[in-house]
């Protein structure tokens, strides 16, 4: 599919017309494109044919006289003469409606689907009048439960087997199915096992009738009553692209929408069905401020102030910000700018220690899904379970898997569910991973973080096989990431030309880091030395010029009584950060806490001013997904009482400290990080908006490449400049060059020429790779922008063997968890699972101890007490429980900064 | 005309007590074919196959050497599956030969499997079949046991395992992508052809040759004597015997392998050593002459030739070797209704117009064998039939997978067309009143109807 | 007691060992449990599933396909009747109700005794014997009334046990493959040109040579 020569096109005949069609290409998708729609039911572009519903079946004439085809199952071929207006094809058609009426409710009037229904348009469209059919219709009980979110109606179903394939084929969650046979055949479960799927919500927006339903939407509201924008998840950093509808001030739905290079229209059921969180009760409509012990409710003009006092009284070094991965882009700059532009504090971090240095995920060659992805590549899983934290990457994985020969190596602490998926999964101790990575590298052959020899050489062996990518993140909350790190410089060292993806979860963590909210940091991915002086000259005055701490020693600082203002930007960290107990110090510690925030969070509890943000949905702006793909969210409600956009309380902030940001608008915003942020040259307002956009734009505009062969990588280092050598490179002219390439790929793309597209791409940046001059003449820019943050890595820090008594902790994520969003939205909340410790079956012998029983775990931190499950998946000599999944807080035993958590388990 | 004096070839044991035992199998040249086979090399073997023109008797009648040359070159594994669903309404031959001579269709199964390089051969029975299965089952055991199956075949280089499998009621599955499908442990719904032929992407994707019972049961007497003296048998393009059950209406009721080609309708339903004509002296009304998918004959098809080619000229077909003969007697419009109920209940549920077509067709004429018709439903039956298969010619064009949902149409259209005043009696309504669907006048253009 | 017995769980492990792909294997499992039950009961499923790496909602959608299959305890004796185009031409229908007179139900139900089930089924293949029946499919030919009656209190009776084994047993005797024997699986993907054919290819080949 995704070769790059321009492919020859089949020339066939549809109604007369002789049109152009893709080699392989379905009849149905070739008729389409050229302007004649076949109607259809079980046909789903992302999904295999299955030629059941009959309903695209039109006169195909192959040599051998016309013959009835499903133009769905049939690649076009040259000389092919469809008609798609036969009098045969349409008697055909009006046919295969009125069978599929025949027992089909006439509940459209109370019917979910009613208005945007498929069946009901062609009914309209084509169909005949009222039924020839006497006779008793099929009956079944009305909608059945098939899961806690979706309700399953088999009167209406008319069998297009698409929830089944989805669930099979992408999903990979066989637990719907067709049974029984003929006329009784219907779509259920087995008995006592519903369709418990994180990914069961797009059954329900795929389903051609409305045979599904979800239970957080059903009898909400009628199509014509929704009205809907165009935006992008930022549930996790998938950046899934989602069709927002709304009535009356109210978010009721999202969709799934189908971009190419990210999730083929599918979401994930968090992300789908979160938005009941948006509407909460919960939300806060108004700043809060702190009387005595409790928080009373204040105007903005109080509370800002108040706050305002708190930042101008505090020597900027003992002044910290943590948080930003909720903010848009736009937000995480005006928040940047007053931090470290105005205040001059750099104890900024947007992650919470859950996270990896900011170098590392800046610095490193990036990969997009697509390259990950690519047919016949290798990728090598450095991070979480991407089912648990990115669900949806795991479904694009899955298909790579599955469809186009794609090997996964996998490197964890535990197995998980893209254990399935491996070719091969190495089960390593906690913390391991530079000394895995490092015997990887040398050829495996010898023993490394509890890995034997031989599986190690085996996984060596696979990754000769072809491109790899490296799926980078952490699999582990109770180690400090350092493995993972060491195992990626050391990666890197070796093979310049691997690219990265990251897997950090937080909705737009990258946004955040991109625009500096990160020690070290500033906009546009450039470092304090190498981009202070362009942001001082860019007018940002206070601009720190040494290093600041992250939020770990941010923590520990105000731990120490070393912070007097804490301002928490939608970050909690007594929920959300690893080490509870320094959490809980720290936020006693601190002077002056100050939270903006949607929620009164457990750490908003704490905070001295509490200032009210408008969240998703409630603003305009951009986000950056985990490619570093920049795409826009959109405003469709307004924000709960008088609830602000993050940016405009930073601006506000910086009136009261006396500076003016100069922002006045989020488009206003993001044209200043055009213009000032060196990763984002190019990206203007316009190019965003224009339609070639749609599917998002990668900064820098010149990283959409293949993997370049090692000796290019110097040159194609222009994505991260490390050296003077590369400045010329690197500067707008450039960059605008790369923009025009990127645009002309996404607009031929667009046009669905993929192909084609790919071709442009790669012309253009094979320009950009020799550093010829771009047919635009450079816009003359001076002075230069900064060169970009390259990561070059330290030393592997071997964690020190586990004493025979302990077992090493393993602190994983899930899906639903203690978070906002799933706490907030009542059909979730009900979906987090009760929190165990896992124990490989030979250490319950070994502690003598039995399952189900409640153990005590002992760490240096803390102790607490859990249920013990036997679970062969967790390796000997590890404790594995979940992170943020209930009290007892697990956090009590994770003391942030030491390398691993090492615990006793006894019988309690 | 003629009732030919030819040898059986696939019956010859069942006069045997001791038919399907190995014993008796070895002691009437037994495993001889096997050996000439292994004598030859496998293109050669296939030669002789083409050469004989054994046309395929699972119903579709496609030759089998020609079949067998559908596999594309090159590709591994190849695999054997033997049909033995047999399930076609009337249709009673599979079994007999599973059940008396296991050895002989064990014995055809290796002969295909060398010709065509399969290493592993699945033989597929019928789920209500326990005695063949059984006997399968003990043939196959003693056959390992005897070194002719296996690892090693009689000293050659020749290995194969051959697979007992057994079905669970389902008259689909007959179908051959069905079958596979079953065989890959799935629900037996047909896949699309193509792609999907067996012989191309078949079992597992491989290239997979699907034969009948009967087709297999050919081939030790084909290798023992010739494919040209099997092909000196017959007429036209159907060579050799072919069994044929002869039920219904008639003095003696049973199943004949009888000379393909020559032999006529006439001479199977009234010679004395087949049918014997009609019981107590009544006359012939109908008859299906190939298994209920196929459209009716009347008297003026007796004469016809038991020849694929002439039979599906008369706009019907041979099918799978089953005539029901109707007399006098019959209600042409409850045995329609039978043949109908059992396409409805046997709808694997894939395509639309077959899942809901077939039941609707059946609701109609149960309604009408109840009493309750109305003069329209004769109009509405057919223009059913033609949303399930356009035009209701011969052979039926289809809007479905399979022939499956078409062939339901076979017993309302020959029923209407030719005893329309017996729905009339049932409908009300007039002969005048032309059925018409797509334009088309069926009652005053008949020839446009299937089967007459 | 309706997940495999130790006994039966060997069973089914010889015969996943037969397939290439052990899914195959799912519907002669089936039948091995419908063997052991009378019926498929739900946990016999699940554990055909673990057996097979699937899940059981597959298990269930192939198992409700085929009529055999069933899902709740029939009686000890399943009488089917066939009444398809040929058995209806010679009494197969007067031959149904027959039955549901003698035993007082109707097709498709079973006996309060739990002894016979009784069903209306399409063509068994018997057709130049009609009218004709099953008993646990082992076949009656020509059934007359009279027959039938007979048939019935014999059963009842328990004198035809010896010909009649309980509902869910198929063939009394399963294929065995020696182990010295065994060709092996041919696997899609490692099972390459059969030796034979390489062999025939190469000789060609040298002929052809030879002749030129
Ligand atoms: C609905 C349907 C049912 C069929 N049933 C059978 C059957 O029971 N036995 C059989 O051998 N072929 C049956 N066939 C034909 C098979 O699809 C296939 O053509 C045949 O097994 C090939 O073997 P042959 O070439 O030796 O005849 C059926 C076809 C259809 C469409
Ligand atoms: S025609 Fe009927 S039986 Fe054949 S595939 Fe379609 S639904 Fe199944
Ligand atoms: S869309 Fe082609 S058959 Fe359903």
Known sequence: MSDTQAPETVVLTVNGKQIEAKPGELVIDAAERNGTYIPRFCYHPRMEPVGMCRMCIVEIDTGRGPALQPACMIPVAPDMVVDTESEVTKKAQDGVLEFLLINHPLDCPVCDKGGECPLQDQTMSYGPGESRMVEEKRHYAKPIPISDLVALDRERCILCDRCTRFAKDVAGDTLIHFQDRGNQTQVNTFPDHPFASYFSGNTVQICPVGALTASPYRFKARPWDLDQVESTCTTCSVGCRTLVQSSRNEVLRYQGVDVDPVNWGWLCDKGRFDFQAVNSEDRLGAPLVRNGASLAPAGWGPALTKAAAALREADPDRIAVLGGARLTNESAYAWAKLAKGVIGTDHVDAQLGDGLPAEVVLGLPRATIDQACAPGGTVLLLGPDLKEELPVLFLRLRHAVTHDKVAVVELAPRRSAVSDLATTTLLHRPGAEGEVVAALLAGGGREAGGIEPDALAAAAALLERGPVTVVLGRSNLADTGAGVVAAAAAIHEAHPEVRFLSALRRGNVHGALDMGLAPGLLPGRTTLDDGGQWFRDAGWANVPRTRGLDASGILAAAAGGKVDVLVLVGADPLADFPDTGLATRALAGARTVIAVDLFLTPSAQQADVVLAAAGYAEVDGTTTNLEGRVSTVTRKITPPGTARADWMIAAELARLLGADLGLASAEEILAEIEATAPSHAGLTPELLRSHAARDGVLVPLSVDEPAPAPEEVSSTEGAAPSGPAQEGESDSGVTEGAAEAAVAAEAADDSGDRQAAEADATTAQAADAVGDAPEEPAAPTAPTRPVLVTFSGGASTAAPAPDAYSLRLVATRKLYDLGTAVQHSPSLAGLVTENAVHLHPHDFDRLGIDAGATVTLTAAAGSIQLPAVPDAHVPRGSAAVLAFQGSPAVGQLISAGTAVTDVRVERS | ?452 | MARFSEVNLKTAGEIISRYPRPKSALIPLLHLAQEQDGYVADDAMEHIAELLGVTPAEVLGTCSFYEMFKREPVGDYLVNVCTNIACMLLGGEELLHHLEGKLGIKAGSTTSDGKFTLEDVECIAACTEAPCLQVNYRYHYKVTPDGADALIDDLRAGRRAHEVPKHGTLARIRQQIPADKRAGNAVPGEAGEPVWITRANAAAATAEGGAG
């Open chain 2, 1 to 452: 005309m003629a009732v030919t004096d030819a040898a059986p070839i696939i019956t010859t044991r069942f006069g045997h007590d001791d038919g399907h035992t190995i014993e008796r199998y070895l002691a009437t040249g037994g495993y001889e074919g096997l050996k000439a086979a292994l004598a030859k090399s496998p293109t050669a073997v296939g030669e002789e196959v083409k050469a004989a023109s054994l046309l395929g008797r699972g119903g579709a009648g496609f030759p089998a050497g020609t079949k067998w040359g559908f596999c594309p070159p090159g590709v591994w594994p190849r695999y054997l599956v033997v049909n033995g669903d047999e399930s076609e309404p009337g249709t009673y031959k599979d079994r007999l030969l599973m059940e008396r001579d296991p050895h002989q269709l064990i014995e055809g199964v290796l002969i295909a499997c060398y010709a065509i390089g399969a290493a592993q051969a699945f033989l597929y029975v019928r789920g209500e079949m326990a005695l063949a299965q059984e006997r399968i089952a003990q043939a196959l055991n003693d056959a390992y046991a005897a070194g002719y199956i296996g690892k090693g075949i009689l000293g050659s280089d020749f290995s194969v395992d051959v697979v007992l499998h057994w079905g669970a009621g389902a008259y689909i599955v007959g179908e051959e992508t069905a079958l596979i499908e079953s065989l890959e442990g799935n629900r037996g719904m047909p896949r699309l052809k193509p792609p999907y032929f067996p012989a191309a992407k078949g079992l597992y994707m491989q290239p997979t040759v699907v034969n009948n019972v009967e087709t297999l049961s050919n081939l030790p007497w084909i290798m023992n004597n010739g494919g040209t003296r099997f092909a000196e048998l017959g007429a036209e393009t159907s060579r050799g015997t072919r069994m044929f059950a002869v039920s219904g209406h008639v003095k003696n009721p049973g199943v004949y392998e009888v000379e393909f080609g020559v032999t006529t309708f006439r001479d199977l339903i009234f010679a004395p050593v087949y049918g014997g004509g009609m019981r107590d002296g009544n006359s012939l009304k109908a008859f299906i002459p190939g298994g209920a998918s196929a459209p009716w004959f009347y008297e003026e098809h007796l004469d016809l030739p038991l020849e694929a080619g002439a039979v599906g000229k008369a706009g019907s077909m041979l099918g799978s070797g089953a005539i029901v003969v109707m007399d006098d007697t019959t209600d042409a419009v409850k045995a329609a209704w039978r043949v109908v109920r059992f396409f409805a209940r046997e709808s694997c549920g894939k395509c639309t117009p077959c899942r809901e077509g077939t039941t609707w067709l059946e609701k109609i004429m149960r309604r009408i064998v109840d009493g309750q018709g109305r003069p329209e439903d004769v109009g509405l039956l057919l223009d059913v039939c033609d949303n399930i298969s356009p035009g209701i010619a011969w052979p039926p064009k289809q809007t479905t997978i399979c022939p499956l949902g078409p062939s339901a149409v076979s017993p309302i259209a020959s029923a209407i067309v030719r005893f329309q005043d017996e729905f009339i009696a049932y409908c009300g309504g007039t002969a005048e009143s032309p059925v018409a669907i797509n334009g088309k006048a069926y009652i005053a253009k008949p020839s446009e109807v299937a089967g007459v």
